[in-house]
T-cell receptor
Framework: GESVGLHLPTLSVQEGDNSIINCAYS??????FIWYKQESGKGPQFIID?????DKRQGQRVTVLLNKTVKHLSLQIAATQPGDSAVYFC???????????FGIGTKLQVIP | DVKVTQSSRYLVKRTGEKVFLECVQD?????MFWYRQDPGLGLRLIYF???????EKGDIPEGYSVSREKKERFSLILESASTNQTSMYLC????????????FGQGTRLTVV
């Protein structure tokens, strides 16, 4: 029969508040990390990336923080808007190889 | 605008059928990928290709094969479809430089009955 997947973590945030989405990665050899946003019915879309020699990178309304000691990545979204509602995936890549491993995703719900 | 195009948005196939999922990119990217996406499991890599006629197994290659005869096209083949291959299939492509994000297609929702 069909396998039952894990329940998708969900984060509910009031419009205008800041959102923090967390991700634990597994491979200590990973040297490049990416956050993707997937809206309903669409493929994932790149948001921001960070190399392992950095601990913070900022984009427009988004900031990615990397803590290699505890293998943790976070995405901060400032002044969250209804259009930010989506599933967010972190992804890691080890070495120069292009193979990317994705996390299970976090669903962000913005409450108007 | 960069584009990764998957040939079908929705497909319904019968158990045992041979199924072809096609993906075309117009960015002259070296790398192409096939993922499947299932609720709560995220995206899992089936196969990828880093050059024409080259392919590498991903994390869940069983029951699938791929073909890359031209740089812009990467096909996923289900030799004999089974119900546990009902899923959303996502194609992606990326360039060869270090900091190169992957661009995704819109996905193909395959149902095997």
């Amino acid at each position: 029969g069909e396998s039952v997947g894990l329940h998708l973590p969900t984060l509910s945030v009031q419009e205008g508040d800041n959102s923090i989405i967390n991700c634990a990665y597994s491979n200590s050899a990973s040297d490049y990390f990416i956050w993707y946003k997937q809206e309903s019915g669409k493929g994932p879309q790149f948001i921001i990336d960070i190399r392992s020699n950095m601990d913070k990178r900022q984009g427009q309304r988004v900031t990615v923080l990397l803590n290699k000691t505890v293998k943790h990545l976070s995405l901060q979204i400032a002044a969250t808007q209804p259009g930010d509602s989506a599933v967010y995936f972190c992804a890691e890549r080890a070495g120069g190889y292009q193979k990317v491993t994705f996390g299970i995703g976090t669903k962000l719900q913005v409450i108007p | 605008d960069v584009k990764v195009t998957q040939s079908s948005r929705y497909l319904v196939k019968r158990t045992g059928e041979k199924v072809f999922l096609e993906c075309v990119q117009d960015m002259d990217h070296e790398n192409m990928f096939w993922y499947r996406q299932d609720p709560g499991l995220g995206l899992r890599l089936i196969y990828f290709s880093y050059d024409v006629k080259m392919k590498e197994k991903g994390d869940i290659p069983e029951g699938y094969s791929v073909s890359r005869e031209k740089k812009e096209r990467f096909s996923l083949i289900l030799e004999s479809a089974s119900t546990n291959q009902t899923s959303m299939y996502l194609c992606a492509s990326s360039g060869q430089t270090f900091n190169t994000e992957a661009f995704f297609g819109q996905g193909t929702r395959l149902t095997v009955v």
